[in-house]
């Protein structure tokens, strides 16, 4: 756990960008390949908005988790655009938008090859809707090919904000939009604001997300609990990657010393 809590700190505060990269990539094919249950399709720390989300009864479980992917797009010319999620994890998120906001084609990528396959076994035949290997920071996509990025809670992982950011950038078609929520010690914020401030993008809108999130956090603990109780050795490591309760970034977001953020840009 003191492992965790070191790279959680080394997170916060923008150091060793090439190790901190590898450490996460590898994290997450493990958590691939420890973590196989069909039932958890996200892996973010959700958010609950002040007006409660209308789900089927087949989405209640994820509610706590949802809200973090429909605050995201919610206003959004989402219909009939081509979108691409950077960082869509087991796909969860990239599922909800497909089903609800009916893009054309919506693809998700993520560096982790395990958990691009998890995703793809996970929401098979989900119609428009696929998932490939790709670097945030090499997009494998030629210029000018989407209408809209989606990146939610993943942009922490990465060695290079910057090089990101002109990543989205440069995917972008011309008045597509960049829709962006991750959390950062209120040390790195000057230099996410830095990394978002490219010529590019015009910042549209801006939000703090905390109090959601928290409760996002409180209303899954019992089942986050149930299931890393399930983990013998990983335990206390899972502990603190899921932001359970008691742990170093729970209490970091309910003392407001990190903050979950959320933006939207549009490429001009």
């Not at 060793?16 to 069909?38: I, T």
């Not at 098979?124 to 696929?130: D, I, N």
Request: proline share 6%; glycine share 10%; charged share 20%.
């Amino acid at each position: 756990m003191a492992m965790f809590q070191r790279l959680l700190r080394a997170t916060e505060s923008g150091a060793m960008p090439g190790p901190r990269r590898w450490l996460w990539k590898h994290w997450y094919n493990l958590m691939s390949r420890r973590w196989d249950d069909a039932a958890w399709g996200f892996m973010n720390y959700g958010y609950l908005p002040p007006e409660p989300l209308t789900l089927s009864p087949a989405e209640e479980t994820d509610r706590p988790f949802i809200g973090l992917y429909h605050q995201a797009v919610a206003g959004l010319p989402v219909a009939g655009a081509r979108v691409l999620e950077v960082g869509a994890g087991r796909g969860g998120g990239a599922a909800y938008v497909a089903r609800h906001f009916a893009p054309a084609e919506l693809v998700g990528v993520d560096l982790s090859a395990d958990t691009v396959a998890r995703a793809a076994a996970l929401h098979a035949g989900q119609p428009g809707l696929r998932f490939q290997q790709g670097d945030a920071e090499a997009l494998p996509f030629p210029d000018a090919s989407f209408d809209i990025v989606l990146n939610i809670e993943s942009s922490h992982c990465y060695g290079s904000m910057d090089r990101f950011v002109a990543e989205v950038a440069r995917v972008l078609r011309p008045g597509g939009w960049f829709t962006w929520a991750d959390m950062r010690s209120q040390a790195m914020l000057p230099s996410l604001e830095a990394s978002l401030a490219h010529p590019s993008l015009a910042l549209c809108a801006s939000a703090s997300l905390n109090a959601g999130v928290v409760a996002a956090l409180d209303a899954a603990e019992a089942r986050k609990g149930d299931a890393v109780n399930r983990q013998r050795l990983l335990r206390p490591l899972l502990r603190e990657f899921a932001g359970m309760q008691g742990s170093l970034l729970y209490r970091g977001l309910r003392a407001g010393q990190v903050q979950y953020l959320a933006r939207r840009l549009q490429r001009v």
